[in-house]
């Protein structure tokens, strides 16, 4: 036997998920002819663009030849997929980002949980309380402390700037679960607070494409000053329905520094390229295709087709939540709707949704305690789904 990491005693067992599957599989064999219809899904359900199932299949064919195949990648990914993020995600938005800043993953949820990795043991770390729950668990396996920031309606679900000085602060915009989003003002504030206390923080952007409001960042480098004091990670998980071919890439600005604990300065942009050079092996070939079919003219309109389609959805779903009489978040620039329960808790909402009409969704108690009482909807089903979750929603006594 041997000693493990304590921080894995630290976690909170995530018995809510297995409950709420053990729950679906329950009503299923119980009801074997019911359809259950999901709006908790986080997975997407579109196809991938043309675009990029095209640029796989030539790519798949090169593979397939000795004069063309490739073996192992570049560390950071290949020059065509970085530059064609640099210019299209950053440079044509007037933003200052340069190729070797980018660093080219298998997708947000491995780069944001091992970020953490380059920082000090006892580093102090901010998170937002209901949060998407990779940020609090990569941190207490490495047996950090965490401060939970909460996000309430009356702060408009986002988080106020904390009075005590934190070392590492996690911020998701558009957000997973409230769908709402930081304006340019609030993401200043936050980007000063991490200059004052020479903080990092680590943006997440999954969902910056379903920003539609204009006036609302998309980057955190949309910010004067953010490169000295932000990482931002990105995915074409939800932009592209990348979920199951796995790509997305993080920003680490050469502006960013950490200190040594003989105070030297050193570039974190450098400490992450170490890292990847040790313990990642670079995302497939074929995959790094398809996500740079992403950014050609086909690619944009068919992403563009998608998010609409998920965004319509979201629209559809939050106009019947209304009608029924509740105050909605999100669904305006994010694939998530926020709401409060009228009676009892998220988890008894659940239920009754579940037994009355068949349809899943997920208890805002899952992302944290702030989101009890609360319940998200994803926009990610199919039209025809939507749909019919609608006329269900209609009928029944919630
Ligand atoms: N960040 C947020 C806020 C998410 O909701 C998700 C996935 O649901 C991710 C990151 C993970 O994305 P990826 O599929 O790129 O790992």
Redesign the pocket.
């Known amino acids: 036997m041997v000693a493990i990491n304590t921080g894995y005693l630290d976690l909170v067992p995530n018995y809510l998920f297995k409950d709420i599957a053990d729950k679906v599989k329950a009503l299923k064999a119980a009801n074997p002819e019911a359809e259950v219809i999901s709006l908790g899904i986080?997975?997407v359900t579109q196809p991938l663009p043309d675009a990029c199932v095209k640029a796989m299949q030539k790519a798949a064919a090169e593979m397939g030849s000795a004069e063309t195949m490739r073996g192992y990648g570049p560390d950071f990914g290949y020059a065509f997929l970085r530059q064609a993020i640099q210019k299209n995600d950053y440079a044509d938005w007037g933003i200052d980002v340069a190729e070797d800043e980018i660093f080219v993953?298998?997708?947000?949820?491995?780069?944001?949980s091992n970020i953490q990795e380059i920082f000090a043991a006892d580093a102090k770390v901010g998170i937002t309380n209901p949060v998407?729950p990779?940020y609090r668990d990569s941190n207490i396996m490495a047996g950090r402390k965490i401060t939970f920031l909460p996000c309430r309606e009356e702060n408009g679900f986002i988080p106020e700037i904390p009075k005590e000085k934190l070392d590492i602060v996690y911020l998701?915009s558009p957000?997973?679960?409230t769908g709402t989003a930081f304006t340019k003002e609030e993401l200043a504030k936050w980007v000063a607070y991490a200059k004052e206390n020479q903080a990092v923080i680590i943006f997440?952007a999954?969902?910056k494409e379903y920003i539609t409001d204009a006036s609302l960042p998309k980057s955190i480098y949309e910010i004067a000053g953010a490169k000295e004091v932000a990482i931002e990670?990105?995915?074409?998980?939800?932009t592209a329905g990348?979920?199951g071919l796995?790509?997305?890439y993080m920003v680490v600005p050469k502006e960013l520094k950490g200190f040594t604990p003989a105070g030297e300065e050193i570039s974190l942009n450098q400490l992450w390229g170490r890292r990847m050079a040790t313990k990642f092996n670079g995302v497939s070939y074929v995959t790094q295709r398809a996500a740079e079919a992403i950014f050609s003219p086909e690619g944009k309109k068919e992403v563009a087709e998608t998010i609409r389609y998920y965004m319509d959805n979201a629209k559809i779903l939050k106009q019947a939540l209304e009608d029924m009489g509740y105050k909605v978040f999100g669904g305006e620039n994010a694939p998530y709707l926020w709401f409060k329960v009228k009676n009892g808790s998220s988890e008894e909402f659940f239920a009754r949704l579940l037994n009355q009409a068949f349809l899943v969704c997920t208890p805002g108690n899952g992302f944290g305690s702030e989101g009890e009482g609360y319940i998200r909807f994803t926009a990610f089903g199919t039209r025809e789904n939507t749909q019919k979750a609608i006329e269900r929603l209609q009928k029944v006594v919630l």
């Open positions: 986080g997975d993953s298998d997708g947000s949820k491995c780069d944001i998407y990779v998701c957000n997973n679960p997440d999954a969902y990670s990105r995915s074409f998980s939800k990348f979920t796995r790509c997305g």
